[in-house]
């Protein structure tokens, strides 16, 4: 069965310092994986996906298949980043799963 | 483009009473829709997978007697608590993926928070 961990709840960081949000998964087959981000009273929403290979606000995530990674990174946090954010897998069913999420602060 | 509704968006009902959620694609139609719950401070949990003129497929552990789930139309997916307990309390959030783009675009609905008395 497949599975996403995300081994820090919390992470804060001061405003204009580089942020890593980790996230670990375990899948037999070919996965997709997403970050997907939830600012405070907003729904959940798609942040980017491996696939794209793109940056959206300044956060990229590279798929590491060796290490079955798939870290968020940021070179400068701001403090609009603060929400929480979660990784997702998806199998090749369409099914997703989730990580437990990783609330970020970025302090002033 | 893409908007998921939610509708209620908060519900309180007694014990032994039936709710119902619905879940809307506003812009798109979505094949298939899902159905997640989630505990406070805790991811979502994938309960069931809707897809449109045919039965639900449940997650293990998910009584599909209890969470009834009905996906009439391209947009619109609806997720019936019967009986409900106070432990059916939750956060229910509902999700639709986008026909035109295929399997990995989820757009998520505001939630449900339900609490039974």
């Known amino acids: 069965a497949q599975r996403v961990t995300q081994p820090e709840k919390l992470l804060s960081v001061f405003k204009g310092a580089p942020v890593e949000l980790k996230c670990n998964y375990s899948?037999?087959?070919?996965?997709?994986l997403f970050w997907y981000v939830q600012y405070s009273r907003q729904r959940l929403q798609l942040l980017l996906r491996?696939?794209s290979r793109e940056s959206i606000k300044g956060f990229t995530a590279d798929l590491n298949k060796g290490e079955t990674s798939f870290h968020l990174k940021k070179p400068f946090a701001q403090e609009e980043d603060s929400a929480m954010y979660y990784c997702?897998?998806?199998?090749?069913?369409?099914?997703?799963?989730f990580g437990d999420g990783t609330t970020l602060t970025v302090k002033p | 483009g893409a908007v998921v509704s939610q509708h209620p968006s908060w519900v309180i009902c007694k014990s032994g009473t039936s709710v119902k959620i619905e879940c809307r694609s506003l812009?798109?139609?979505?094949?298939?829709m899902f159905w997640y719950r989630q505990f406070p401070k805790q991811s979502l949990m994938l309960m069931a997978t809707?897809?449109?003129?045919?039965?639900?497929?449940?997650e293990q552990g998910v009584e599909k007697d209890k969470f009834l789930i009905n996906h009439a139309s391209l947009t619109l997916s609806t997720l019936t608590v019967t009986s409900a307990h106070p432990e059916d309390s939750s956060f229910y959030i509902c999700s639709a993926r986008d026909k035109r783009t295929g399997r990995d675009t989820q757009y998520f609905g505001p939630g449900t928070r339900l609490l039974v008395l």
């Open positions: 809707s897809n449109e003129g045919s039965k639900a497929t449940y």
């Open positions: 812009d798109f139609q979505a094949t298939t």
């Open positions: 997702a897998l998806n199998t090749n069913a369409g099914k997703s799963t």
């Open positions: 491996h696939i």
């Open positions: 899948y037999s087959g070919s996965p997709e």
